[in-house]
């Protein structure tokens, strides 16, 4: 049911009334509400036209609740954008190859560096719909790209990465230096000093089976690898959300929620959104993935096209 407007209040009152209605029906995310209210003081025009639309068709249309998403995305990614500022997408790949070749690992292709486009990375997070105080995971998390999408769009408790190149891991850690020591939290409804965590270390020995949403980008993982990640993954509670690039998950106690084609940095990647079976094996009855509307992505059971193509993609990305 659509909430009633008083009519005397004024336009920005209107539309921090109703950033509020929709964080609290966890429509959006506290931290959405934060970058909502920097675009009402901002006066920004587009918010207008949505409170024009409200006020016909209700907050719960579709398409009204994709706009608010997009401008909320927007005006994260600019503070993501001022996060990374130095640290770009060469300079992982840079630092990725020459670490690899002194450490005479250029022949592991599971150690490739790619990373996440930050809108579709943020859509399948929509999809999927974080719970407030929830635990998010990057398994090989390079410069801390996929953790800090998280961070900024949803309310987690904790964002945790995994990188086992110690280069790699050192410039995430510049990153999370420059986040704590920034004025970034203050963009921020939920954050807190140390929920944001980069670790070096192998995601095969370090615990991370308390995670609520895992994800990992696997374009290039051997099977071997996912196939013992998946087994490792088998620790997380019922009902846990594992993403995956162009490989699904090998074990048999997850269901494949999802299976799409977005846009990533090296070109498109199948992306793969696991659930965890209960322990019986029977699905876990909770909501399904969330509608997204104006998605671009496309089923691959519908696509001629072979994953493998992703692989090509990604190798080509650090020469």
Same mark, same amino acid.
């Given at each position: 049911?659509?909430?009633?407007?008083?009519?005397?209040?004024?336009?920005?009152?209107?539309?921090?009334?109703?950033?509020?209605?929709?964080?609290?029906?966890?429509?959006?995310?506290?931290?959405? @509400? +934060?970058?909502?209210?920097?675009?009402? %003081?901002?006066?920004?025009?587009? &918010?207008?036209?949505?409170? #024009?639309? /409200?006020? *016909?068709?209700?907050?719960?249309?579709?398409?009204?609740?994709?706009?608010?998403?997009?401008?909320?995305?927007?005006?994260?990614?600019?503070?993501?954008?001022?996060?990374?500022?130095?640290?770009?997408?060469?300079?992982?790949?840079?630092?990725? @190859? +020459?670490?690899?070749?002194?450490?005479? %690992?250029?022949?592991?292709?599971? &150690?490739?560096?790619?990373? #996440?486009? /930050?809108? *579709?990375?943020?859509?399948?997070?929509?999809?999927?719909?974080?719970?407030?105080?929830?635990?998010?995971?990057?398994?090989?998390?390079?410069?801390?790209?996929?953790?800090?999408?998280?961070?900024?769009?949803?309310?987690?408790?904790?964002?945790?990465?995994?990188?086992?190149?110690?280069?790699?891991?050192?410039?995430?850690?510049?990153?999370?230096?420059?986040?704590?020591?920034?004025?970034?939290?203050?963009?921020?409804?939920?954050?807190?000093?140390?929920?944001?965590?980069?670790?070096?270390?192998?995601?095969?020995?370090?615990?991370?089976?308390?995670?609520?949403?895992?994800?990992?980008?696997?374009?290039?993982?051997?099977?071997?690898?996912?196939?013992?990640?998946?087994?490792?993954?088998?620790?997380?509670?019922?009902?846990?959300?594992?993403?995956?690039?162009?490989?699904?998950?090998?074990?048999?106690?997850?269901?494949?929620?999802?299976?799409?084609?977005?846009?990533?940095?090296?070109?498109?990647?199948?992306?793969?959104?696991?659930?965890?079976?209960?322990?019986?094996?029977?699905?876990?009855?909770?909501?399904?993935?969330?509608?997204?509307?104006?998605?671009?992505?496309?089923?691959?059971?519908?696509?001629?096209?072979?994953?493998?193509?992703?692989?090509?993609?990604?190798?080509?990305?650090?020469?």
């Amino acid at each position: 049911q659509k909430p009633t407007m008083e009519p005397h209040l004024t336009e920005p009152a209107k539309l921090l009334l109703l950033a509020s209605i929709l964080a609290k029906g966890n429509v959006i995310s506290k931290n959405g @509400k +934060a970058f909502l209210k920097e675009l009402i %003081l901002k006066k920004d025009s587009r &918010l207008t036209k949505f409170l #024009v639309a /409200f006020d *016909s068709d209700g907050a719960q249309d579709p398409k009204h609740l994709d706009l608010i998403n997009k401008l909320i995305e927007e005006e994260a990614e600019k503070l993501y954008d001022s996060l990374f500022d130095g640290c770009s997408l060469e300079h992982g790949k840079t630092v990725s @190859k +020459a670490e690899r070749q002194q450490k005479g %690992l250029s022949t592991q292709k599971s &150690l490739i560096y790619g990373e #996440v486009e /930050f809108h *579709s990375f943020a859509k399948v997070l929509r999809k999927i719909g974080p719970k407030p105080g929830t635990v998010f995971y990057d398994l090989g998390s390079g410069t801390g790209k996929a953790v800090f999408v998280a961070r900024f769009l949803h309310d987690f408790a904790e964002c945790k990465g995994i990188e086992v190149l110690e280069g790699l891991s050192n410039a995430a850690q510049t990153v999370q230096e420059r986040f704590e020591d920034g004025e970034y939290r203050q963009f921020l409804s939920v954050s807190s000093p140390g929920d944001v965590s980069l670790l070096q270390g192998s995601i095969l020995t370090e615990d991370w089976s308390d995670g609520d949403i895992v994800f990992a980008n696997s374009t290039c993982f051997d099977d071997d690898l996912m196939d013992e990640m998946g087994k490792r993954g088998e620790a997380l509670k019922p009902g846990t959300f594992f993403v995956t690039f162009t490989k699904g998950l090998t074990s048999p106690h997850f269901e494949i929620m999802e299976r799409k084609r977005y846009k990533m940095s090296w070109g498109p990647a199948t992306v793969y959104i696991h659930r965890r079976l209960n322990l019986d094996g029977t699905a876990v009855n909770s909501e399904p993935l969330k509608d997204v509307p104006d998605d671009d992505s496309f089923d691959e059971d519908n696509d001629d096209e072979s994953s493998d193509d992703d692989d090509d993609d990604d190798d080509d990305d650090d020469d």
